[in-house]
């Protein structure tokens, strides 16, 4: 006999409560927050259905999902589709406080009552949730019949401060950034004026790749207007007054997460990209952080090697889907392998 | 990083074994003569034909430096297989393993892994030709396989942590254990290390146990009497006794700082159900009191046996399942299943 759960949808005048659980769960994020996941709402045409779960009058999780009609296919996602967010998923407050076999009921539970709703009340034909790190345990998404994969990001401890982070790193990797700045490239701060840079020097490079950048700026102008005081930044290295590469920061509980931007800038002998990498990790350290997190480097054979030199481990967080259909699975599949390299080598032959 | 790779034969003994010890993922089922007796009793049942297992055992040299190992298990038949760990064992993980890892910086892992999953996997490919390959490591960077093409997916066990100390693990238990606990020393149950005879018991009680639920196992008892005398350092047998004779029992692996539950500790009938709960507290007790770190409950994937398992309040450690088929063999491997219903136990190769 499992736990007896319910569940239900939040709304805005719990936005504080919600902010509260998020904050109290070991795997809650910034993206789990009451404004990010209205904004994600707002600027990715799905629609947010934010569930709580209750034993009782106790809440025992949240789990913001996103459902979306498309070419009258009916999906669910956690987090949404072309919002630059690898992972969301349920959170569950005080989760690592409770013991094994608690913390399994209520997960479990939560979650089949959750997949209850999204089966009876949404019918998704397709689900893609992914879960936060901090949340190992992924048995319940397999025993419900979801297809469980591991994803990695990178993090770095810096509980041994910046000095010997810095030791650490290898001699070539300090000597570049040395070089950077000798050259006088420096780092800023920025606003929201270097928000829309950033995402101009997205749009230019994903263009240069035959690639569409798939969140807009309103997206990040909005996030960066909610969050610029309390867990956003944007960062820009310039040289002679150019903007040359620029990063945008979240930071939340004991993490910093290096989330958009980076892009390798294309000065010769220098690397602004080490030197912002590494200030953004410096400025970590100085304000207590304990760790410093790369979003999405990890999993991609093309970035992991640049990547790996700056961390001392991996995250582990997972991605599960479900196809309650041969039909949703099939046409993914088509999708994937057939109809989207075919679009992207079209687009890129016209130019 | 160049690395030379072969075939590892007896005279490697014990440099194999020396890679074992210093790599933290290694276990005793990694150790040359475990992997000689696997290879003498594995058996793989394939359309109406037994076949026995080749080992090939894979070691990668880093100048005159052994650095990695990897044991594959070959089957001929109709469509070739490779496995790690090989069928009908009992052991639910082996695959690759690196000599001092945890030693290493990330970026040189990587530089490790990269190379020797790229030369293990050319050699799987070219030399040994199989239709499905089916590994499953403890290795918590699987990335190289994702890229590969594998499908990776996450598995678990169960880990508590012994260095609190018994009173500090008794207090956190399920109050039905502790309950449970009491009530089999109200009824008069007794804890021994048992020898060869109990070995024979624990093995039949599985067998029974199996056989009330329709699958064959396949563990073999003269697999067990010999690794119990290979490795009679490293294999302990306990029973719990009513009235002097043995009413439940296990075989547990004492390797590197760990015990592990390997194989017992089935339900059955007319026996009080407390007596696996005391024969489980005795074990951890036994544990603590012998110096061990940790106690690991293996195999943490089947729901239902999960619900007794995670009452001792363990913690739960992941490893990593790595496949890769070609759609004939994926394609009779579900015609089968389809048609015979078996349950996959956790040998997961039942098929």
Same mark, same amino acid.
């Given at each position: 006999?499992?736990? #007896? ?9 719990e ?5 509260q ?56 996602f956690?987090?949404p589709?072309?919002?630059s967010?690898?992972y ?8 690592? *406080? ?8 209520a997960?479990? +539970?939560?979650?089949?009552k ?9 019918? +998704?034909?397709?689900? #893609?949730?992914?879960t ?22 990178y ?11 810095? @030791? ?6 300090? @000597? ?14 920025g606003s ?11 749009v ?8 569409t ?11 960066f ?9 944007v960062l820009?290295a310039?040289y002679?007054g ?14 910093v ?7 390798k800038?294309?000065?010769?002998k220098?690397?602004p ?20 997190e ?34 949703s699975?099939i ?9 989207k390299?075919? /679009?992207?080598?079209?687009?890129s032959k016209?130019g | ?27 005793i ?11 003498k ?10 076949t ?14 052994a ?9 001929r038949t109709?469509?070739?297989m ?18 001092k890892?945890d030693e290493?910086?990330?970026?040189k ?22 239709r499905?390959? =089916? ?7 699987p990335r ?8 990776v ?7 508590l942590d ?17 309950k449970?606990? @009491?009530?089999? *020393? ?13 070995l ?13 639920? =329709? ?9 067990l ?11 302990k ?37 407390? +007596? ?5 507290w ?22 239902r ?8 309040n363990p913690?739960?450690?992941?490893? /990593?399942?790595?496949?890769?088929s ?26």
């Open positions: 006999m499992g736990m #007896s759960i319910d569940i239900r949808i939040a709304n805005n005048s936005a504080r409560e919600w902010d659980m998020v904050e109290a769960s070991p795997n809650g994020t910034i993206f789990h927050t009451w404004e990010w996941i209205k904004i994600m709402e707002k600027h990715t045409g799905t629609k947010l259905y934010p569930i709580i779960g209750f034993k009782g009058h106790t809440p025992i999780g949240v789990f913001p999902i996103f459902y979306q009609k498309k070419h009258a296919i009916k999906m669910v956690s987090p589709p072309h919002a967010v690898l969301l998923g349920p959170a569950l407050p005080d989760y690592e *406080k409770m013991k094994q076999s608690k913390k399994e009921s997960f479990l +539970a939560f979650h089949d959750v997949n209850d709703f999204i089966n009876s009340e949404l019918k +998704a034909s397709y689900i #893609s949730i992914s936060s790190p901090g949340l190992l345990d992924s048995r319940p998404l397999t025993w419900s019949g979801y297809q469980v994969e591991p994803r990695f990001n993090l770095t401890d810096l509980s041994g401060g910046a000095d010997h982070i810095w @030791q650490q790193f290898k001699k070539n990797l300090r @000597q570049d950034i040395e070089r950077t700045r000798r050259k006088g490239i420096t780092i800023e701060e929201k004026k270097e928000v829309i840079k950033v995402h101009e020097l997205l230019k490079r994903y263009k240069d790749q035959g690639k950048v798939s969140d807009s700026k309103e997206y990040l102008l909005d996030l207007k909610t969050f610029s005081k309390v867990g956003m930044r820009v310039k002679q150019d903007i040359v590469t620029g990063l945008i920061d979240v930071h939340y509980k004991d993490k997460t290096s989330w958009i931007g980076n892009l800038s294309n000065m010769k220098v690397s990209n080490d030197l912002i990498n590494w200030e953004a990790m410096k400025w970590a350290c100085d304000n207590g952080y304990k760790y410093y790369t979003m999405g480097a990890a999993s991609v054979k093309r970035l992991h090697s640049y990547y790996s030199k700056w961390s001392s481990g991996l995250l582990v967080w997972f991605l599960a889907r479900k196809y309650p259909s041969i039909t699975k046409l993914e599949s088509s999708y994937l392998r057939i109809l390299p075919t /679009y992207s080598r079209l687009k016209r | 990083m160049s690395l030379e790779i072969r075939i590892a034969e007896k005279k490697d003994e014990k440099i194999w074994d020396m890679v074992v010890d210093e790599s933290p993922h290694g276990t089922f990694h150790k040359w003569k475990f992997l000689k007796i696997m290879e009793y594995s058996k793989a049942h394939q359309l109406g034909k037994m026995k297992a080749k080992l090939y055992p894979l070691i990668g040299f880093k100048g005159e430096e650095i990695a190992i990897f044991p594959i298990y070959l089957y109709p469509l070739r490779v496995y790690s760990p090989p069928i009908g064992t009992g052991v639910t993980h082996l695959g690759l393993v690196i000599s890892y290493m910086k990330q970026n892992k990587e530089n490790v892994l990269a190379t020797f999953i790229k030369e293990a996997n050319k050699f799987i490919s070219t030399e040994l030709k199989p499905t390959i =089916n590994i499953k490591t403890s290795l918590n960077d190289h396989f994702l890229w590969l093409g594998y499908r997916e996450p598995l678990y066990d169960y880990l012994l260095r609190e100390g018994k009173e500090h693990i008794y207090k956190n238990l399920d109050a039905d254990v502790r449970n606990i @009491q009530r089999a *020393k109200r009824f008069g149950f007794v804890f021994s290390e048992g020898t060869n005879k109990d024979k018991f624990v093995w039949r009680s599985v067998v029974k146990r199996h056989e009330e639920q =329709n699958i064959k196992l396949g563990i073999q008892l003269n697999f009497i010999d690794i119990y005398k290979a490795f009679g350092d490293n294999l047998v306990f029973v719990a006794k009513e009235k002097g004779k043995p009413v439940t029992g296990m075989i547990i692996i004492c390797y590197k700082g760990k015990t592990s539950l390997w194989v017992g500790s089935t339900k059955i009938k007319n026996v009080h159900y407390s +007596a696996n709960d005391f024969l489980t005795e074990i951890i007790k036994w544990s603590c009191k012998s110096g061990y770190e940790y106690c690991e409950n293996i195999w943490a994937n089947d729901m046996l999960c619900k007794f398992k995670s009452r001792f913690d739960i450690s992941i490893y /990593y399942s790595l496949k890769k070609s759609l004939l063999y994926d394609f009779f491997k579900n015609l089968k299943r389809k048609t015979k219903r078996k349950k996959i136990g956790r040998n997961g190769n039942v098929y």
